[in-house]
């Protein structure tokens, strides 16, 4: 199976995400579909020997959109051709909706009638229409065939709406020029609701891509242009044709075209586009540097060992799109409205017309124009757009936000996720520690350099940050590594290896007493050599300076926190105590930490569990949300599902605060959707009749096209207020 973002042109409201899912998921080998209004895109897993990118082209312009280009920049030319085509549209309907607007309503204001005839009037208002009619020329072109294929949209709304009053015009029109009486004709109604709704229309679109500025300014960050050493010679290319191998010259104050490794000279470079840190980072030979970080004041020959779409920049803008195209499971709320929504208003609408139909019989006010303006205010006041957007918006900026501080969302669940936490599981080591042990003492009663020299060999093989403590220490005193073989990790106990002919046990009491070693009191790391205890190792990692004030953060959230860790109890406590942590478990093997995750969630807790470490994998994927630290390994970073860029414990309450103040934001915007539609649609149906106020239904197509637009505007400004968060829990980007 594959999983791919689509990027879908003509999406206009909740329901067209849904003609796009049936469209694309009834083809065969199309295991999972989900259309984003938000963002327009559509996010496919399929089986790419059933199903072919084609075929799904095929079933989306088949169902009436567009396919938009995999390049990014040729997307993003399309999206600005389509918003100023969008404008230039708008600014015809709103040249043509003034004059005729005038024209229609002066007399009926002022009192006064115009110096021609009324045959005139009709014609000068047709022909003002005509216009109007172009500049909203895709309600027709998507709405009708939306309606036909029994999957209405919002464009089915305007057009049926806008048609009616258009028909009923001509009516009147034919009345005036066959020697009749007409009053008033009904074309500016309908070329006001086509000028209003695109006038919200095209505000939603300009805020829809405005929210994706954070998606775009990360891949924008990446320079056009880079200076290549070829043969001796200093060469500038497109940073596009870069291949690995190159070597480029990275000079103070440039962008880093690619990913690569340091191979001459040394500079700071500030990471804080990936990792949100400001503080640059030191680089010399052998040091990993990524594309678009920026060097500071000395210069770097960097050898090129990732470009395009495989460099880690690239990685976050498709972990930032996938999250922003799926489907946060509060989401389903609004779907399930959305489904039923259009058809229910068009019911809703035609029953409207009956219910005023029939009681004109009794009451001659209620005549067929009057019956008619009911029947067009519902389809024109109901508001799908709102729904469609209320969680989706919300999704984009909130992934936005959290990729300022280096925090990244694998998908919309995991976002709603982390709002509904109450507990923290820390692991220690790398976690809370900065994970970088140093060696404070041995005990042993060899020689300590060729003690040194074995333990080093048996672990060197290892990558556990204690191992390379020890292989670091014997090489900065110059202590040689024996011969080594048959090297075996014990879970959560120690290692098992072969050196210099020997069987060696590095560990803790447990993988001891499992082998059989007798033991004595002596504190660190256990060391026995062919069955016999030999020593032990005594190791230090210091606490990381900002994993008090994360803690502190977590507590204020009312989020309890624990520490689960494989290490000895008196260091564990020892730690916990400095960090703030009152509950810890120490002597945790991988599947203890996976027992307690279950246990919690058994209590009805939300628990996210934060580890850097294979023996956290199990945990984390069992965990609601897994937030896996950057430095960490690949297989926890996988099983993660909000990864943090950098190792400041700090981004993990920031990453539940945007998690939480990204729920508040759709809920506020499901509430403004839907109590707008409930309250409206009523109002539109005839309700200001009964209590008397009659003359205000002749201007409400007009006024409820005004407030639909309202309504999708109110959404989009309450979503793209939320931009201005800032999680208290971390010093805000530069």
């Known amino acids: 199976m594959r999983t791919r973002v689509f990027r879908i042109g003509g999406m206009s409201c909740a329901a067209c995400s849904g003609r796009i899912e049936r469209a694309i998921g009834a083809l065969e080998g199309v295991d999972s579909v989900s259309a984003n209004f938000g963002n327009n895109t559509a996010t496919v897993t399929y089986d790419d020997s059933k199903v072919t990118e084609d075929d799904i082209a095929s079933a989306v312009h088949s169902a009436g959109y567009t396919m938009i280009s995999d390049d990014r920049k040729k997307a993003e030319r399309q999206e600005v051709e389509a918003l100023r085509v969008q404008k230039r549209d708008l600014i015809i309907a709103l040249a043509a909706v003034i004059p005729l607007s005038i024209i229609a309503m002066a007399p009926m204001l002022t009192g006064i009638e115009w110096p021609w005839d009324k045959r005139v009037d009709c014609i000068l208002q047709i022909l003002l229409f005509l216009p109007i009619a172009y500049a909203g020329r895709r309600f027709y072109r998507k709405g009708y065939p939306a309606l036909f294929s ?99 010259l990275i000079r103070p104050g440039e962008s880093v075209p690619a990913d690569g490794t340091v191979i001459d000279g040394s500079s700071s470079v500030n990471e804080s586009m990936l990792t949100g840190e400001s503080a640059p980072v030191k680089k010399a030979a052998g040091s990993v540097v990524y594309g678009a970080t920026v060097n500071g004041n000395g210069s770097m020959k960097v050898m090129i060992e990732k470009t395009g779409e495989e460099t880690v920049l690239y990685q976050i803008a498709r972990m930032m799109e996938m999250a922003q195209g799926t489907k946060a499971p509060v989401a389903h709320v609004a779907d399930r409205v959305s489904a039923v929504f259009v058809p229910a208003v ?49 999704i984009v900026v909130g992934t936005g936000n959290g990729s300022r501080y280096g925090i990244l969302y694998k998908t919309a669940a995991s976002l709603e996720a982390a709002a509904n936490v109450d ?3 820390l692991d220690k080591t790398g976690t809370i520690t900065k994970g970088q042990p140093t060696i404070t003492g041995v005990v042993t009663d060899m020689d300590e350099r060729r003690f040194i020299s074995v333990v080093a060999s048996a672990e060197s093989d290892s990558e556990h940050p204690l191992a390379q403590a020890v292989v670091g220490y014997a090489k900065d005193n110059s202590i040689p590594l024996l011969e080594h073989s048959n090297f075996e990790a014990v879970t959560g106990m120690g290692i098992r290896c072969t ?28 060391v026995a050599i062919d ?22 953060s977590l507590k204020g959230m009312g989020i309890d926190v624990m520490m689960v860790t494989g ?63 950057g430095s960490g390994t690949d297989i926890a970073i996988e099983s993660a599902d909000i990864v943090l860029m950098n190792d400041d414990l700090r981004a993990v309450p920031a990453a539940l605060e945007i998690g939480r103040a990204t729920l508040k934001n759709i809920k506020q915007n499901l509430f403004f959707a839907m109590i707008y539609n409930a309250v409206c649609i009523p109002i539109a149906a005839g309700l200001p009749v009964v209590f008397g106020y009659t003359d205000l239904v002749m201007v409400m197509p007009m006024l409820a096209a005004a407030a639909m637009s309202c309504s999708s505007i109110s959404v989009v400004t309450n979503a793209v207020r939320m931009r201005r968060f800032r999680p208290s829990s971390l010093p805000q980007p530069q």
Request: aromatic share 4%; hydrophobic share 45%; with cysteine.
């Open 567 to 629: 290490d000895r109890k008196e260091t564990a406590e020892a730690i916990a105590a400095e960090a703030g942590i009152n509950e810890v478990i120490s002597g945790a093997k991988p599947q203890d930490k996976l027992d307690r995750v279950k246990k919690l969630q058994i209590q009805q807790r939300h628990v996210a569990m934060t580890g850097d470490g294979i023996n956290d994998a199990p945990a984390l994927t069992q965990s609601d949300v897994g937030l896996a630290v």
């Open 346 to 394: 068009i019911i809703i609408s035609v029953l409207s017309f009956i219910a005023w139909y029939i009681a004109g019989l009794y009451n001659p006010a209620y005549d067929l124009e009057f019956c008619l303006t009911i029947a067009i205010s519902v389809l024109v006041i109901s508001c799908p757009c709102a729904l469609g957007l209320a969680t989706p918006l919300a």
């Open 423 to 425: 507990t923290v599981i």
């Open 531 to 552: 069955g016999e205890l030999a020593g032990s190792i005594s190791v230090s990692d210091p606490i990381r300076d900002e994993s008090p004030s994360a803690i502190s």
């Open 150 to 248: 029994r999957s209405p949209t919002m464009d089915s709304l305007v057009a049926l709406s806008t048609t009616a009053s258009f028909l009923m015009g001509l009516y009147y029109t034919y009345v005036a020029f066959t020697g009749g009486m007409v009053h008033s004709l009904s074309f500016d109604s309908a070329g006001m609701i086509i000028a209003l709704v695109s006038v919200g229309k095209y505000i939603e679109a300009r805020s829809k891509h405005n929210t994706n500025d954070s998606l775009r300014r990360l891949l924008a960050m990446a320079p056009s242009r880079a200076t290549v050493i070829r043969d001796g010679k200093e060469i500038e290319i497109d940073s596009s044709v870069l291949v690995m191998g190159d070597v480029v």
């Open 499 to 526: 050196v210099d002919g020997s069987e060696v046990l590095v560990g803790n009491t447990e993988l001891m007493e499992a082998n059989g070693v007798e033991l004595r009191d002596i504190p660190g790391i256990l």
